[in-house]
């Protein structure tokens, strides 16, 4: 995977599982916007049954990460696997940025829900809000790991 993304610089056991949650985020809510969006070709969307779609993607997804981190952990040398001071620090920050996403979802569906939207775009400004965090906070992630932590 190192050599997909860096051409053979090395990769830390946490910089590749967030590499992985990234892609898998993005692949996971791409396969639900398909799906919602092939089931509502001839309706409205706020007709479409999302509710099935978007539980079997995010299952999906929680299943893909487990699965991904395990072979990820599984091809790592026992030794590499060891979180040091700086992936801690790295994992904060991520954990920081995508926390605005979950934050601002919320938010919007909040609003959403106030002025009485159908439940289709309140659950899906969610689920999107969920996905942002996730992409955002790998990203940030990387960033630190490629660049190194931003200084105050």
């Known amino acids: ?19 992985a949650y990234a892609a ?4 996971g809510y791409s396969v639900y916007l398909a799906m919602v969006f092939t089931a509502g ?6 007709e479409v049954d999302y509710a099935p779609l978007m539980l079997a993607t ?12 395990i ?5 790592a040398p ?10 801690r620090e790295i994992e ?17 569906a909040l609003v959403l829900a106030m002025l009485q939207s159908e439940y289709f775009w309140i659950a899906n400004l969610l689920y999107l809000g969920f996905v942002l ?8 992630r990387l960033a630190a790991y490629r660049r190194g932590m931003p200084t105050p």
Not at 80 to 87: G, I
């Open 1 to 19: 995977m190192s050599g997909l993304f860096y051409m053979g610089v090395q990769m830390s056991f946490e910089e590749k599982k967030a590499w």
């Open 41 to 46: 070709s001839f309706r409205p969307l706020t």
């Open 78 to 87: 026992k030794n590499e696997r060891q979180a040091d001071q700086r992936d």
């Open 24 to 27: 898998i985020a993005v692949i």
């Open 92 to 108: 904060r920050l991520g954990e920081h940025v995508g926390q605005a996403f979950i934050v601002l979802g919320g938010v919007g």
């Open 58 to 69: 995010i299952g999906g997804a929680i299943v893909a990460g487990i699965l991904t981190g």
């Open 71 to 75: 072979a990820i952990a599984v091809a």
């Open 133 to 140: 965090s996730a992409v955002v906070g790998s990203a940030a």
